[in-house]
């Protein structure tokens, strides 16, 4: 049977729900992670750390994907709530239409700066190249990416997760056999793994705009629309917090790389690469269980059904507990296996991972109170706590903690920071949820 925005809610019909968007979250991380293995194994170590340097500023770029997804979704959703399907489409199609302009322009804009930037970034002239080569031509996909990113919220509010799911493993297939023949079988190195990226981000921002652009069975479809103001006003506040979370977490992914270069070099960078491709692989359960539920939110929102609202947040905070738990022991056994795959032909940079990755498996304790947190507040159209949960989480905590820790404990200070920033961001989270609960009636 399937599962609407209306339904009730039990345990099993929630991660039934959420089930696709989590598993489209994982295989993108998953697929994320191919051009890094096969840098690493085949190419080398120090393109390796290269792609690693640049890849925070290309994620700052795509962010805009993700302000119209979860911003616009939340937007969306309440309307549908409310009945109003018609302007429902129309804001939809409209912000469809407007990431793409949007991505264009940025395209343009990082092209011309990505050299400085990666100068900026701390590459030296060994680096550079690489770091200017994969940025520039990761470029020629990032109108698409931001389609792909803005879809994985749109999907589940038209009731598509399904739809997600599957173009996501086309996507990754795409990325996996380009990446296999241009890198491992022809010797093309970063340009064949940036390719092998575009390949799979032009499959997975083209299809949904085609299958929308068409009559379909879902609660959306793309069509005629007008320059709409107060819906993107709207949309940018209420996905404000996924702003501020996507730049802030990548201006900490920089100034991470730019305190391991200095205690450990490129080895340092190295290791935080394997770590993040694996930290995103293991927050993508949080982050699809948040974005898959979060149209459930915003429906009933719009409806006035503050009993489902209260049953969802409940329900939603005993699942994510237990898999907090379940994803800490997860990475604490699998953090040796992991670093062999990466990184096995060097034995200093394994051991370097291996513990590192121990460390860093401690976030996975707190960190769903925060992500489920300010996507919950996004998804009540509340998008100023929202934001300040995430400013709070990245931008201060993470930030503090990066450049104070390594102080008094050297390397590790640096692998304790984000267990720390997430324990705090935690702390703030559950202290919003109790102020707002009367206002929100959940």
């Known amino acids: ?124 002239e060994t680096m550079l190249p690489d770091c200017v080569l994969y940025g520039r031509l990761n470029l020629i996909g990032l109108p698409f990416v931001m389609l792909q990113f803005e879809f994985h919220s749109f999907y589940v509010t038209a009731e598509k997760p399904k739809l997600g799911f599957l173009v996501t493993i086309a996507a990754g297939f795409t990325n996996m056999i380009f990446d296999l023949l241009l890198v491992a079988v022809f010797p093309f190195g970063i340009v064949g793994a940036a390719l092998a990226t575009v390949a799979s981000q032009i499959v997975g921002g083209m299809v949904p705009v085609l299958y929308f652009a068409r009559r379909n069975t879902s609660l959306l479809k793309l069509g005629r629309t007008e320059f709409d103001g107060i819906a993107l006003l709207k949309t940018c506040t209420n996905g404000s917090s996924e702003f501020v979370s996507g730049v802030s977490m990548s201006l900490v992914s920089m100034l991470y790389n730019m305190q391991l270069m200095k205690y450990a070099g490129e080895n340092g960078v190295a290791a935080y690469g394997v770590l993040m491709y694996v930290n995103f692989m293991f927050l993508s359960i949080f982050i699809g269980y948040s974005v898959g539920t979060a149209p459930i939110v915003s429906f009933h929102l719009g409806a006035r059904d503050y009993p489902e609202l209260k049953n969802v947040l409940e329900k939603s905070a005993e699942i994510l507990a237990a898999s907090a738990v379940a994803m800490f022991f997860a990475g604490e056994l699998l953090a040796g296996p992991i670093a062999m795959i990466f990184v096995g032909y060097d034995a200093d940079l394994a051991s370097l991972t291996v513990h590192g990755f121990r460390i860093f498996s401690f976030s996975f304790l707190f960190a769903a109170v925060p992500i489920y947190g300010s996507s919950f507040f996004t998804a009540l159209n509340d998008g100023f706590v929202s934001a300040a949960i995430s400013f709070l989480r990245t931008v201060v905590f993470e930030t503090a903690s990066v450049l104070i820790l390594p102080l008094i404990f050297g390397i590790n200070g640096v692998w304790f920071s984000l267990v720390a920033a997430e324990f705090v961001a935690a702390l703030v989270t559950v202290v919003f949820y109790v102020l707002k609960q009367k206002k929100y009636g959940y």
């Open 1 to 124: 049977m399937e599962i609407k925005l209306s339904d009730h809610f039990s345990y099993g019909r929630l991660i039934r729900f959420a089930l696709p968007t989590i598993m489209m979250i994982i295989f993108t991380s998953i697929y994320g992670m191919v051009d890094g293995f096969f840098i690493s194994n085949y190419v080398g170590k120090t393109p390796f750390a290269a792609i690693n340097l640049i890849y925070p500023f290309l994620m700052i770029l795509g962010v805009f994907g993700f302000i119209f997804g979860t911003g616009g979704s939340a937007l969306i959703g309440k309307l549908l709530g409310e009945g109003k399907r018609e302007k429902a489409n129309s804001v939809f199609s409209f912000l469809v239409y407007f990431t793409i302009f949007v991505g264009i322009i940025v395209a343009i804009i990082g092209w011309i700066s990505m050299e400085p930037v990666a100068r900026l970034l701390g590459a030296d």
